[in-house]
């Protein structure tokens, strides 16, 4: 990726220009509804992701990109002229956030050519067009937000998306990005192939506290609103059935890039699994540990301690196992009994915990809410479950108050499900409203006058 990054923001400038010209705005020309436009949504039931139960027969006022005021549905001064959108039984609540997803990613599935082939045979141009549908596939199951966790080979394609969505020329969630994602040599795929070969990597490689810096410097320069950190890499069960973790960047690497990622005001992200590497990311002082799959009392103290997020991602380790007699298969089964037993210490210790999937590390066809049902089987009520993709996700995004809560004041992101999600999680896969800064995106049963 040597793209100007001054050019494809005039492009696309270019393009929305001339979709004005032919008349297509209503492709989706603006991100957000008209300034002036007022819309009174009504629901049988609302969760607004603070408050710990849900209220009944609510009316929440949108005015332009923003929610204004929450009342009754039967209330007497609710704005006339408004477009109402009934939700008649469905619970409504704020639009979720994954803070850990890989648009760029297809799933890694064998029999599709596992990770490598992503990286060796599809043009980027066909991994952003991938890119496009997942976001799309994103938003219309109700997440509105997501952090991206790293683009895998496909260089800045996460801004470019961003961009687009932003601009309305495409739908999607919000974007928190983080470009290309940092590793140390011998510390990320693509591998195995023969020496002499040069191969592409999934992330930047940098050795040393200078390069590390200089990374996070480029990935901030270009356009990362988050730097992706990978500090432990190959695992596998040693002789005494204890699961290892090969660790990557040292803890003066790490001090490096977080010093300069601070000095910018902006946040970073370690993806670490245990051991040496997890102790590093700690003593580096990272804001948030991706996936954490065995977690120490004492780790556990030292993230409260500092105040770490922990992103879990638990369903995705339940997929593409190998069979249990092979030391791959064992190491397999050995990540999915150490992070369910993590997840519930950390819960129980009180960690700061945010809704994270990795979805893209599975393919995009699969339902991002099925995490949720994990959450509750170690240890969430459905309410502490859905608040970790409202407003916990929200306040690990530095966003609290703005997104993931239906309060006045807040965006008007907002999704609707069929079902009690508080009597059942897996309700949250039925979505059947979703709204993005006060634009509807998925109508509900046709209903909506919008078109
Ligand atoms: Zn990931």
């Not at 670490?272 to 102790?279: F, T």
């Not at 407003?391 to 999704?415: K, Q």
Request: hydrophobic share 40%; proline share 5%; glycine share 10%.
């Amino acid at each position: 990726m040597t793209t100007n990054p001054g050019k494809p923001r005039n492009a696309a400038r270019a393009l929305l220009a001339a979709a004005a010209i032919c008349g297509a705005h209503t492709v989706g020309a603006a991100a957000a509804a008209p300034a002036d436009s007022v819309t009174v949504i009504t629901a049988a039931t609302m969760i607004d992701g603070l408050s710990a139960r849900p209220r009944s027969n609510v009316a929440v006022v949108v005015r332009g990109d923003h929610i204004v005021a929450i009342t009754s549905r039967d209330s007497a001064d609710l704005p006339t002229g408004a477009r109402h959108i009934d939700l008649g039984a469905a619970t409504l609540l704020p639009g979720l956030i994954d803070t850990h997803t890989h648009i760029f990613l297809q799933g890694e599935v064998p029999a599709d050519g596992g990770y490598d082939v992503q990286l060796l045979k599809q043009p980027l141009a066909y991994r952003a067009a991938r890119a496009v549908v997942a976001a799309q596939r994103a938003l219309e199951q109700g997440f509105t937000t997501l952090r991206d966790m790293g683009t895998e080979g496909a260089g800045y394609g996460d801004t470019g998306i961003r961009q687009a969505i932003d601009e309305g020329l495409i739908p999607g969630p919000r974007l928190y990005v983080s470009t290309l994602a940092i590793s140390s040599t011998g510390g990320y795929p693509l591998e195995g192939y023969a020496p002499e070969l040069t191969v592409p990597k999934g992330v930047q490689l940098a050795d040393g506290p200078v390069e590390a810096r200089r990374a996070a410097r480029e990935q901030l320069d270009k356009g990362a609103d988050w730097i992706k950190v990978y500090m432990t890499h190959r695992s596998w069960v040693d002789r005494e059935g204890k699961l290892v973790s090969q660790p990557t960047l040292t803890v003066e690497e790490l001090r490096a890039v977080v010093d300069e990622v601070h000095g910018w005001g902006r946040k970073v992200a370690c993806h670490a699994y245990n051991g040496i590497g997890l102790k590093r990311a700690l003593d580096g002082g990272c804001d948030s540990i991706e996936h954490g799959l065995d977690l120490t009392d004492e780790e556990v103290a030292q993230m409260i301690k500092q105040g770490t997020w922990y992103v879990p991602t638990l369903a995705v380790y339940y997929k593409d196992l190998d069979p249990p007699d092979t030391p791959s298969g064992q190491r397999d089964r050995q990540r999915i009994a150490l992070h369910g037993a993590s997840f519930t210490r950390a819960l129980r210790a009180g960690v700061k915990m945010a809704f994270g999937t990795d979805v893209g590390g599975f393919p995009w066809s699969e339902s991002i809410a099925q995490e949720f049902a994990r959450e509750v089987e170690f240890g969430m009520t459905p309410m502490q479950a859905i608040q970790s993709a409202t407003t916990r996700a929200a306040e690990l995004l530095g966003m609290n108050g703005e997104i993931g809560v239906i309060a006045p004041g807040a965006r008007a992101d907002l999704m609707a499900v069929e079902g009690d999600p508080l009597a059942d999680v897996a309700a949250l896969g039925n979505a059947v409203f979703v709204m993005k800064a006060g634009k509807v995106y998925r109508p509900f049963s046709g209903k909506d006058a919008l078109h």
